[in-house]
């Protein structure tokens, strides 16, 4: 089993910044692919970013690329989210996910792809 923990979530203006934490349970974290999904309010959940379990590749929904990064740090079993030059359509709870990667051929954009899930924390980003 895999419990996560998001925070950082909060209240910013347009054009701001947000670093969301998510920290994992467990002593294989460092095999987990890990991701970050969000939902606005009457929509549907949306994949956001992903790092696969090897910590080498990453992808973004195309809204956030170049202004949204994802990282891990194994030793600290914990994966980020920095959001930059945020928007309003930014606003949303946004939660992680992992899931057991080593034998996943492609990232994962789906919430389907995903066994564990944290929370969520509130993002919301006024104009």
């Known amino acids: 089993q895999v419990q996560l923990v998001e925070s950082g979530g909060g209240l910013v203006q347009a054009g701001g910044s947000l670093r969301l934490s998510c920290a994992a349970s467990g002593r294989t974290f460092n095999f987990y692919d890990m991701a970050w999904f969000r939902q606005a309010p009457g929509k549907e959940r949306e994949f956001v970013a992903t790092?696969?379990?090897?910590?080498?590749?990453?992808y973004y929904t195309d809204s956030v690329k170049g202004r949204f990064t994802i990282s891990r740090d194994n030793a600290n079993n914990t994966v980020y989210l920095q959001m930059n030059s945020l928007k309003p359509e930014d606003t949303a709870v946004y939660s992680c996910a992992a899931r057991a990667g080593v034998l996943q051929l492609r990232a994962g954009v789906l919430p389907s792809s995903y066994d564990y899930w944290g929370q969520g924390t509130q993002v919301t980003v006024s104009s």
């Open positions: 790092i696969r379990w090897s910590g080498g590749s990453t």
